[in-house]
């Protein structure tokens, strides 16, 4: 029998509370900002934010590129 792979509803929500906190660090920690824009890939970005205590996926990461940093611009290139 086939299993489904969504994700459950809890992950979703950790997901949504994850990109929470890390759009409120990049908006009121400019170092952490700056370090976010120089990583080059959403495994690298997802590091830095597990080492800033926010556990989230790369592909979380990756979903939400273009709404991360004010105006909209992805942080990694497609």
Known sequence: MATCDLPTPKVGLLSS?????????????????????ATTSTAAAARLAAAHGIPVMPEALWRHRGTLVSGGLPTWRG
């Open 17 to 37: 509370a994850a990109l929470h906190q890390l759009k409120n660090l990049v908006q009121h920690d400019p170092a952490f900002a700056q370090a976010l824009q």
